[in-house]
C-alpha cells in the first residue's frame, strides 16, 4: 500500500527563483540561505520520494479572481511552470499521477471534503520554488507530483482546524491506495510576510518559533490558531501557514523532527523549513 513517510514545509518567495534562475545562489545575500537546504538536499536524496502531494496556494496565476477554489487537486498528466510575467521559470515541467490524484479526490470527497477537481493547470512559485529548494536544478523532477491548491489569496481562506482535518483525511485515503508508494507531504507558503500596506516586511520571529514548535509538538493547538492571529501577528500573508497544517494532519501524532532551518531577509519576508519523518516509516 502507500505510506506517507515524511512531511516538508517551506517558503516559495519569488525572489528565490529568481536568484536560482539567474546563477545568484552564491551572493553573500542568498548564500545563507541556500546553505541552509544543503541538508535538506542531502537527505531528499536519501529519502527520495515516488510522489509529493504538494499543498501549496496559486497566486492569481492559474485561478483569476473569477473561480477561486478553496480546496483543489490537480488530476492532469502534467502541469506547466505558468508565465508569473517575467516568461515562464526555466524549470521542467512537473509530472503528475492522475490515477493516484484521481483516488485522493475520490477518497476525500466521499469523506466529506468537497474538493475541486482539476484537469488541466499551470503551476507558479508556490509550487516550483519548493521543488527548486529541495531538488536544485535538475534536468527532470525526480518524483512525480499531486498538486493541492488551496485558497489562502482571497478572503475567506479555510480555517487551520479544516486544514488540520483535511490532514487527517488524507492520510487514510492515501492508505487506501493499493500501490507500494512512498509519498511526501509538503506544507508551503509562510512564514512571516506582509507584502502591502504600513506594515509591509513585518517579521516577527517569535511567533514562526513556536508555530514551528506547535506544528512539530502539538497540531492540535497549531490548529485552533484563528485567522486574526496570524495576520495580526505575522503579516496578512501568513495566513499561507494553514497550509502547514494539512501537511501536519497528515503525519502521525509524534514526529521525528529531522531538520529545521529560518532565516530572514530573503525578499521582506522570513523563510520557515522544517523535514519531519514519520514513525516506523508511515507504516500503520
Ligand atoms: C513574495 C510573494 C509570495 O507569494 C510569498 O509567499 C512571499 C513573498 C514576494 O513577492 O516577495
Ligand atoms: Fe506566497
Redesign the pocket.
Known amino acids: 500500500m502507500a505510506r506517507i513517510t515524511a512531511g516538508v514545509t517551506a517558503?516559495?518567495?519569488?525572489?528565490i527563483a529568481a536568484a536560482i534562475d539567474q546563477g545568484k545562489t552564491r551572493d553573500a545575500y542568498w548564500a545563507p540561505l541556500f546553505q541552509g537546504f544543503e541538508f535538506s538536499k542531502r537527505w531528499i536524496a536519501e529519502h527520495r520520494p515516488d510522489v509529493i502531494f504538494l499543498v501549496y496556494?496559486d497566486?492569481a496565476t492559474a485561478f483569476t479572481p473569477e473561480i477561486i477554489p478553496t480546496f483543489a487537486i490537480g488530476c492532469a498528466e502534467r502541469f506547466t511552470p505558468a508565465d508569473e510575467g517575467w516568461g515562464p521559470r526555466p524549470v521542467p515541467v512537473v509530472q503528475g499521477y492522475p490515477e493516484f490524484a484521481s483516488h485522493l479526490a475520490q477518497a476525500l470527497i466521499q469523506a466529506d471534503f468537497d474538493l475541486t477537481i482539476v484537469n488541466r493547470m499551470d503551476v507558479d512559485?508556490?509550487l516550483t520554488v519548493p521543488l527548486s529548494l529541495m531538488f536544485g536544478e535538475p534536468a527532470a523532477w525526480p518524483c512525480r507530483v499531486i498538486p493541492f491548491p488551496v485558497n489562502v489569496i482571497q478572503y475567506p481562506p479555510p480555517s487551520g482546524r479544516r486544514c488540520y482535518q483535511l490532514g487527517r483525511a488524507l492520510r487514510r485515503a492515501v492508505e487506501l491506495f493499493d500501490e507500494d508508494l512512498n509519498v511526501h507531504v509538503w506544507g508551503t507558503?509562510?512564514m512571516s510576510?506582509q507584502?502591502q500596506g504600513k506594515r509591509a516586511g513585518l517579521i516577527n520571529r517569535e511567533f514562526d518559533a513556536r508555530f514551528m514548535d506547535l506544528i512539530v509538538h502539538d497540531p492540535e493547538r497549531a490548529a485552533q490558531i484563528p485567522h486574526i492571529e496570524y495576520v495580526r501577528e505575522a503579516g496578512s500573508?501568513a495566513i499561507?501557514l494553514v497550509m502547514w497544517l494539512i501537511m501536519r494532519g497528515a503525519l502521525a501524532e509524534q514526529v521525528h523532527e529531522v531538520y529545521r532551518f529560518y532565516h530572514v531577509p530573503a525578499?521582506?519576508?522570513a523563510v520557515g523549513h522544517l523535514i519531519l519523518e514519520n514513525p516506523a516509516g508511515g507504516k500503520p
Open positions: 517558503s516559495h518567495i519569488p525572489a496556494n497566486h512559485h508556490g507558503g509562510g510576510h507584502l500573508e499561507e525578499s521582506n519576508t
